[in-house]
T-cell receptor
Framework: AQSVTQPDIHITVSEGASLELRCNYS??????LFWYVQSPGQGLQLLLK??????LVQGIKGFEAEFKRSQSSFNLRKPSVHWSDAAEYFC?????????????FGTGTRLQVTL | NAGVTQTPKFRILKIGQSMTLQCAQD?????MYWYRQDPGMGLKLIYY???????DKGEVPNGYNVSRSTTEDFPLRLELAAPSQTSVYFC????????????FGQGTRLTVV
């Protein structure tokens, strides 16, 4: 069965500093990969996704992620964090069967931004 | 753009009561899903549907039932509420075509006391 590991439960960064959130997955083949963000009391918003092709994907709000097949990783990065980026971030995978079905989520990383 | 709409947003149930969480989408998506979110656990799939009349169990289906009589609606039924079902429930939908993601509702926070 597939699984997703987000090793950092909580990360604190200063506004303007760079950010990297880690995500590793276990799956028999290359799955579809996603990063979602959840602000307090809100639903999940898609930041970016990887289905195929270029392993460096750009998302909304200045985020990017790099798929590394050899490391089974899909780490999320942002060069300069803004206070409004404080939220919980979820990495997720889905079988590469043609549509984004049956997501398996990591346990999330809560990002705190200090001014 | 309504997207995925969940009702109610909050609910408190007593042990043994039943209720239905409503989910509707207006994007004509084939796939619909129910997830629950518990602190520190991420989201886990309860049930999903690939189209009207077709449903299947996810990772944590016990204590829940679903039906899908139309493309738009995918209600989740709790028959005998238990404290272990205290959680935040998210409904999502996705289209059939490749290269698209799931769209989530705003969630229903359920407390069973």
């Amino acid at each position: 069965a597939q699984s997703v590991t987000q090793p950092d439960i909580h990360i604190t960064v200063s506004e303007g500093a760079s950010l990297e959130l880690r995500c590793n997955y276990s799956y028999g083949a290359t799955p579809y990969l996603f990063w979602y963000v959840q602000s307090p009391g809100q639903g999940l918003q898609l930041l970016l996704k990887y289905f195929s092709g270029d392993t460096l994907v750009q998302g909304i709000k200045g985020f990017e992620a790099e798929f590394k097949r050899s490391q089974s990783s899909f780490n999320l990065r942002k060069p300069s964090v803004h206070w409004s980026d404080a939220a919980e971030y979820f990495c997720a995978v889905a079988p590469n069967t043609g549509t984004a079905s049956k997501l398996t989520f990591g346990t999330g990383t809560r990002l705190q931004v200090t001014l | 753009n309504a997207g995925v709409t969940q009702t109610p947003k909050f609910r408190i149930l007593k042990i043994g009561q039943s209720m239905t969480l409503q989910c509707a989408q207006d994007m004509n998506h084939n796939y619909m899903y129910w997830y629950r979110q518990d602190p520190g656990m991420g989201l886990k799939l309860i049930y999903y549907s690939v189209g009207a009349g077709i449903t299947d169990k996810g990772e944590v289906p016990n204590g829940y039932n679903v039906s899908r009589s139309t493309t738009e609606d995918f209600p989740l039924r709790l028959e005998l509420a238990a404290p272990s079902q205290t959680s935040v429930y998210f409904c999502a939908s996705s289209p059939l075509r490749e290269g698209t993601e799931a769209f989530f509702g705003q969630g229903t926070r359920l407390t069973v006391v």
